[in-house]
């Protein structure tokens, strides 16, 4: 018996060792230029390629350099509403925009997700205190509210070996009693108005709140329903706000880390 | 029983509403009883208003065996005898129906509210009184030692809204009630009264893990209705998309049972597999969900020949680093002795309730949309159903290990042999007084897109049956006589959608 069970030991150890040296356990990198997000990734919009300092839409020069091109009446983007669908780009008030593959677009406020341009004020750090407090140890609990179920399947990605949101010492917890803040997923659904206020409560001060996705930001593709409300209520202040439908895991990280003032793991 | 009571349709073909049986509401629930007797099952019972007084009832069923749908349609006052009492199958469809509609199914056993909100369907006559959840108790059991616990709508893990309530004998759960509606968004309204470049986003967003599945059905429909012919081509990016979203969903479900039976490697393993997956999918549509892909008249994105050969490379990886990881979770002792005899559902509850999709397949009913009613590129490509026996969480692990293993086969046949031509043809307006049903298996199962238009090509009717709507009371009946611990494994192994159920 005692072989047996060494034997099945052994085998054991030697299934796990083949399988785990058949595995690359690359870390998603946060850089801008290595992401390696493919080319058709739906990233922050803008308006007209620049190509070097002169704007150009559909390839012909405006005729003015980027920077004027940029401060000229272009329509504004709503980050917060968009869903990134490939129609959204295709001509705005006859100006041509394109997604880029920039995947950076957390804000800290929602007036930040307002672009006239392309260019967005990126999150900045929270104020000494708080990252004293959370800059190294941050727990959040997940409340999903009238969602989809997108935005959470990409938190939970967060915890996996790639993007690996532990090595910052971020954390999902099980309790709201155990967390430093919500992250809030969805639309607001009536039925689960209660439930978002009575968990929000439940966290300790002081607390953080993230609105993530389009949905928690402005009720995204439900904001005409007459079902939820059409986003976070305004009781409850938000800290980070991160686009997307639902955002790249790497939006996400790179929200939180911004948000904690680590920007330094982000290589610029 | 006479078939006259049941128009025969077929998957994504279009019918004329007039030509559907419209019988008396006895005549309805007799045809719906002996139907169901003779090997068919509901796929979807609905209302739609017909006048400001009466409501339309539509039944659609499905015979898997002869690859059949019926439909058949019944006028009712807001007081109707129940079909419930004669038609098992019905119970829940007659709850939303009572929710969504107003009606009064008289003699039904328990007209508890699914989501909780008001009648959005309601004939404009009909008078409404507020129905509160609070009125309707939870089950309870009586009994020396039985205590109650109630989980939810916020849980523990990264997972959506709802709430469970066991009543259990020390670890013994007796029953398990599911309440539910917290995702609750008022999707069928919006598909409804949304334009149609505003409602394919929705349909998009019912499940944000089968979006694939739910666009494909939806523009199934629209497609239909609008007789828009996808090319060859664009069928068969649909069905590689398709396959790609259930390997992603199927490697993520064997990731998150092997962490509930804390197996922490396989955990990890497929936890990266299911990620290269969704990246496969952004590689061709943009959005690691196949957002923005799927559009009615085909698709937006092609797949290039420099494409194709990245993505087949790619997929060939796959395979090559998945079959170890299942090995090991298979092949595991102590995974299987936690796998085994957990949650069982058989194949008589099964057939009796409908369930569909791999819950129906880990008990020996071989169901399967692709097989059964074959639409788009599976009536060239046939990917055998695969199916288990002993409707545990091991029989559900290893149906989902073996399509993870077809589906990857499928994928690597049609990219060698991706059919020429354009991806993306018009897709008009859509014919006056039609019904369709568009049937698709996502990785859950069944799942029903029902549109009817009305006089004007407007649509009338969208109805929306995510296989979760038919697979949660499958929870319910596995979960007596286990232990209250493992539920979440439980839970995990049927990993149904909330959002679907809600809409």
């Not at chain 2, 509403?17 to 019972?45: C, N, Q, T």
Request: hydrophobic share 40%.
């Amino acid at each position: 018996m005692a072989f047996c069970r060494k034997v099945v030991a052994e085998t054991l150890v030697f299934d796990y060792l083949r399988a785990r040296f058949g595995h690359r356990f690359t870390r998603a990198s946060l850089g801008p230029n290595d992401s390696g997000l493919p080319v058709r990734f739906r990233g922050r919009p803008v308006f007209a390629q620049l190509h070097g300092d002169v704007a150009t839409v559909d390839g012909t020069p405006v005729g003015e350099t980027a920077s004027e091109h940029r401060r000229r009446d272009l329509p504004i983007i709503d980050l917060g509403r968009s869903v990134f669908a490939p129609e959204e780009t295709q001509r705005l008030d006859g100006q041509a925009a394109a997604f880029t593959q920039d995947y950076r677009m957390a804000a800290s406020s929602r007036n930040a997700l307002l672009t006239s341009g392309g260019e967005i004020e990126l999150a900045h750090a929270l104020d000494r205190k708080m990252r004293r407090l959370l800059g190294r140890s941050l727990r959040l609990r997940l409340v999903a509210a009238g969602s989809c179920g997108g935005c959470e399947a990409e938190l939970a990605a967060l915890s996996n070996v790639v993007f690996d949101m532990a090595r910052f010492g971020i954390q999902f917890v099980a309790s709201p009693r155990h967390a430093d803040g919500i992250v809030i997923a969805g639309a607001v659904s009536e039925n689960m108005r209660d439930a978002l206020e009575k968990t929000y409560e439940a966290v300790p001060d002081p607390k953080i709140v993230v609105a993530v996705g389009a949905c928690a930001i402005s009720g995204g593709v439900f904001a005409e329903s007459k079902r939820v409300l059409g986003g976070v209520p305004s009781s409850i202040p938000v800290d980070l706000w991160i686009p997307g439908c639902p955002p790249h895991p790497l939006t996400m990280l790179d929200g939180l880390l911004r948000l904690l003032g680590r920007a330094d793991h982000l290589k610029e | 029983m006479s078939t006259h009571a049941l128009l025969t349709l077929y998957n994504r073909r279009c019918v004329s509403v007039a030509d559907i049986p419209l019988l008396e509401v006895e005549e309805f629930a007799a045809a719906l009883a002996s139907s169901i007797a003779s090997g068919w099952r509901i796929v979807s019972l609905f209302g739609v208003p017909e006048d400001t007084r009466a409501l339309r009832l539509c039944a659609v069923l499905a015979n898997d065996d002869r690859g059949l749908l019926g439909a058949t349609c019944a006028l009712v006052r807001q007081e109707y005898p129940a079909l419930s009492t004669s038609c098992r199958q019905a119970v829940r469809f007659e709850r939303e129906i009572a929710e969504q509609c107003g009606a009064i199914p008289t003699g039904h056993p328990s007209l508890k509210p699914l989501r909780r909100h008001p009648p959005d369907h309601a004939p404009s006559a009909w008078t409404l009184p507020p129905k509160n959840r609070e009125d309707f108790p939870f089950d309870v059991v009586h009994g020396d030692e039985v205590h109650e616990v109630a989980v939810g709508p916020v849980h523990a893990g990264i997972i959506e809204p709802g709430h469970f309530r066991f009543n259990a004998h020390g670890e013994e759960v007796l029953s398990l009630e599911i309440m539910l509606g917290y995702q609750h968004r008022g999707v069928e309204r919006l598909l409804e009264g949304s334009e149609r470049g505003r409602a394919v986003l929705v349909a998009e967003s019912i499940a944000g893990d089968t979006v694939i599945g739910h666009t494909g059905a939806f523009c199934g429909a629209i497609e239909a209705l609008a007789r828009s012919h996808k090319t060859p081509r664009a069928q068969t990016i649909r069905g590689i998309a398709l396959e790609l979203e259930r390997l992603a969903n199927h490697i993520g479900d064997l990731g998150a049972l092997s962490g509930d039976v804390a197996y922490q490697s396989s955990a990890a393993f497929f936890g990266r597999l299911r990620g290269e997956c969704l990246n496969l999918l952004m590689t061709i549509s943009g959005n690691r969900y196949g957002r923005g892909l799927i559009r009615p008249g085909g698709v937006l994105f092609d797949i290039p020949p420099t494409m194709t050969s990245e993505v087949l490379r790619r997929v060939e990886r796959l395979r090559e680093e998945v079959r170890p990881v299942a090995e090991l979770l298979f092949e595991n002792a102590s995974v299987q002795s936690r796998f085994d005899g957990v949650g069982v559902v058989s194949a008589e509850q099964c057939r009796a309730a409908g369930y569909v999709g791999v819950v129906a397949r880990s008990c020996r009913v071989p169901v399967d949309v692709r097989h059964d009613f074959a639409y788009g590129v599976y009536r060239y490509a046939q990917i055998p159903v695969a199916t288990a026996w002993s409707g545990d969480v091991y029989a559900r692990a290893i149906v989902r290990w073996l399509e993870v293993q077809r589906s990857m086969e499928f994928i690597v046949e049609q990219l060698a042999a991706l059919p020429r031509g354009e991806v993306l043809v018009d897709c008009g307006a859509l014919r006056p007084s039609e019904l369709v049903v568009a049937l698709e298996e996502g990785w859950r199962g069944e799942i029903a897109h029902i549109v009817m238009t009305d006089a004007g090509g407007h649509i009338r009717r969208h109805k929306v049956v995510d296989p979760s709507f038919h697979n949660w009371s499958a929870l319910s009946a596995a979960m007596p006589g286990n232990q209250i611990s493992d539920f979440p494994l439980c839970n995990k192994s049927f990993n149904l959608s909330y959002a679907g159920h809600d809409l």
